[in-house]
């Protein structure tokens, strides 16, 4: 069934154009969603909210090739579930999951330990990740893992951005203890 926001759309082509697209990507879009918030209903609305956004987006992704069109689906409908995730004050842990898996093709045959060693760190994170508070969290998760902006961190935490390496470090401090405390139970 057509979701109500695409039938509303009063030019025909772009309804068409739409009504297309998501019979084509629905299940895609479900399933990214899904990993994220693991609950039926609010995925149901969290993908009708990445159609609203798509449908301001109409003329862009009509140019675009499928390979590309696919990524930018993907990338809004993951996008629209950590929002959802974020307002609703829920924390995903696939996140992490998702960066373990990624491999990083710049390492070399020879760097295989260094990848090891790194997936192990970020195993035993994940298994501490939910005790953190949800400032710990954003800081370790926006500085090493999603690589954000210091000056955009600090404006998020609302402190200056000089105090935002020892907000890191606190945050890091704080990771350490847990994980030596996991350790020896």
Request: charged share 30%.
């Amino acid at each position: 069934m057509i979701p109500y926001c695409i039938l509303v759309i009063e030019d025909d082509d772009d309804r068409a154009f739409m009504e297309q697209l998501f019979v084509d990507y629905h299940r895609l879009m479900y399933h990214e969603i899904f990993k994220l918030v693991h609950d039926q209903w609010a995925a149901e609305d969290v993908m009708q909210s990445t159609l609203v956004r798509l449908i301001d987006k109409i003329p862009e992704l009509r140019i675009k090739d499928r390979d590309h069109l696919v990524n930018y689906i993907i990338t809004a409908s993951k996008n629209q579930a950590r929002n959802y995730m974020r307002d609703s004050g829920r924390h995903s842990t696939s996140d992490l999951q998702e960066f373990m898996e990624y491999e990083d093709p710049n390492m070399d045959g020879e760097a295989i330990e260094l990848q090891v060693i790194k997936k192990e760190d970020l195993e035993a994170l994940s298994r501490i990740w939910t005790q953190l508070d949800e400032r710990t969290r954003y800081l370790l998760e926006g500085y090493y893992i999603l690589n954000l902006p210091a000056a955009e961190m600090a404006r998020e935490l609302n402190i200056k951005p000089a105090s935002l390496r020892m907000a890191l470090t606190r945050a890091r401090k704080t990771a350490y203890q847990l994980l030596q405390d996991k350790s020896r139970q």
